[in-house]
C-alpha cells in the first residue's frame, strides 16, 4: 500500500534536496565567485585585449565557479579538475569538429569523449561538458581557432580563475586545495576501519562520489567518536590517568631503570626542573644509551587533562605510541595514560552499558 509518507520519500529522491548551507559559506561563496569571474576578465582583457572574435571570458567559466568557490572541498573543483578538466573538454570538441565538421553530429561525441578523456585523467569536472559543447557550437571564430583555442582562452580562463580561488581562500578559509582535516593519528590504527578499507569500499562502489576518501575518513571518525560518547558520556583523561612519578631530565640511567620498575612501566615521562614534559623514556631505549636526554623520545603523545579518552584512543592503538603523556594548560607534567588504563575504562563503560541495557 501506497501511504503519503512513502510517496513523500519517493518524491525526495528527485527533488534531491541538498544539506543547507551556511550563511558564512553563502557570503563566501557570493563574494569569491564575484571576484573570480571579475578579475579573470579584467585580466584577460588589459593583458591580451581582442583576440580577433574570440570571447576573452568562456561561458562555463561561470560553473567552474560555483565548483571552486560554493563546494572547494568537491574533488571536482580542485586545481587540476579545472585546468585539466577544462582544456582536455575543449581539445576533445575541436577534435570532433575536425573529423566531422558538423555540429549536429560532433555535440554528442564531443562531450561524451570529453567526459572518458577527464576520467581517465582523473580530473573529472562537469563544467568540461559545456567546454567541450561550446567549441562545437561556438561558430566560425571558435572552429577557426583550431587547437589555441582549448589554450587560448579556456586554458589561461583556468589559470587565472584558480589563481584568483586559491588566493582568496587562502585568505578567508586556508584550505584551497582541498586537504581532509587530521583526525586520528598514525595511519595503521588497528582500532575499527582502516583508509586501506575506505579505499576498497570505494574502488567497488557503483558510484562515483563527490567526496575525497581522506574526508570519508575524518566524518566517519568523527561519528564513530559521537556514537562512543552518546553511549559511554564523555570521560576525560584526567578521569583515568595514574600519578606516575615522572624523571628528572638529569636523572641517571641507572635511576631510570629503576624508576620504570618501581613503578611498573614500560616507559616513563622525562620533565624538566619546572615540571615541563620533555619526552618519554621507553625500557627498550635504555640499551646502549648514553644518557637519557639522548635515548628519550623528543615528540611523545601529549593531552591535557579535559581530551576526551576516545581522541586518545585511535592514538595509543595506532602501534607508534603504547602511552599519553597527560599535561596542564602550561605544559607541565600531570599524569600518565597507558593502555592498561585505558582499555580499563573501556570495559567499565561496557559494562555500564550492558546493565543499562539489562535493566530496560
Not at 636523572?251 to 614500560?266: F, T
Request: charged share 15%.
Amino acid at each position: 500500500m501506497t501511504t503519503p509518507a512513502s510517496r513523500f520519500h519517493s518524491l525526495a529522491h528527485w527533488i534531491g534536496i541538498q544539506p543547507a548551507s551556511t550563511p558564512t559559506r553563502i557570503v563566501q561563496a557570493f563574494i569569491g565567485s564575484a571576484l573570480g569571474i571579475l578579475f579573470t576578465g579584467m585580466v584577460m582583457h588589459l593583458w591580451l585585449g581582442k583576440v580577433g572574435n574570440l570571447p576573452l571570458l568562456v561561458a562555463p567559466m561561470g560553473a567552474s565557479a560555483v565548483l571552486l568557490f560554493a563546494v572547494p572541498a568537491s574533488p571536482l573543483a580542485q586545481p587540476w579538475a579545472i585546468i585539466g578538466g577544462n582544456t582536455m573538454s575543449a581539445l576533445s570538441g575541436i577534435l570532433w569538429m575536425k573529423l566531422i565538421g558538423d555540429p549536429a553530429w560532433a555535440a554528442g561525441l564531443a562531450v561524451a569523449t570529453a567526459i572518458a578523456m577527464m576520467s581517465l585523467a582523473r580530473c573529472l569536472h562537469p563544467p568540461g561538458g559545456a567546454v567541450a559543447l561550446t567549441t562545437v557550437i561556438g561558430g566560425p571564430a571558435v572552429v577557426g581557432a583550431g587547437w589555441g583555442f582549448a589554450f587560448l582562452p579556456v586554458a589561461v580562463n583556468c589559470l587565472l580563475l584558480v589563481g584568483i580561488g586559491w588566493l582568496y581562500h587562502a585568505a578567508v578559509r586556508g584550505n584551497y586545495p582541498h586537504r581532509a582535516a587530521a583526525y586520528v593519528a598514525p595511519p595503521g590504527s588497528s582500532v575499527g576501519y582502516t583508509m586501506a578499507d575506505v579505499d576498497d569500499v570505494l574502488a567497488h562502489y557503483d558510484d562515483l562520489l563527490d567526496v575525497s576518501s581522506e574526508d570519508l575518513d575524518t566524518l566517519f571518525r568523527q561519528v564513530e567518536s559521537r556514537a562512543w560518547r552518546r553511549l559511554h558520556g564523555v570521560i576525560r583523561c584526567e578521569q583515568i590517568m595514574r600519578a606516575a612519578e615522572p624523571l628528572a631530565l638529569e636523572a641517571s640511567l641507572d635511576e631510570a631503570a629503576q624508576a620504570l620498575a618501581r613503578q611498573d612501566l614500560r616507559a616513563i615521562p622525562v620533565v624538566a626542573q619546572d615540571g615541563h614534559v620533555e619526552g618519554l623514556l621507553g625500557l627498550a631505549q635504555l640499551a646502549g644509551a648514553r644518557s637519557v636526554a639522548a635515548a628519550m623520545e623528543t615528540s611523545p603523545c601529549l593531552a591535557s587533562g579535559d581530551t576526551p579518552i576516545d581522541e586518545v584512543l585511535p592514538i595509543l592503538s595506532g602501534g607508534r605510541y603504547h602511552e599519553a603523556i597527560v599535561v596542564d594548560a602550561q605544559g607541565r607534567y600531570a599524569g600518565l595514560i597507558t593502555q592498561t588504563e585505558l582499555l580499563g575504562a573501556l570495559w567499565r563503560g561496557h559494562i555500564a552499558e550492558a546493565i543499562a541495557h539489562t535493566s530496560v
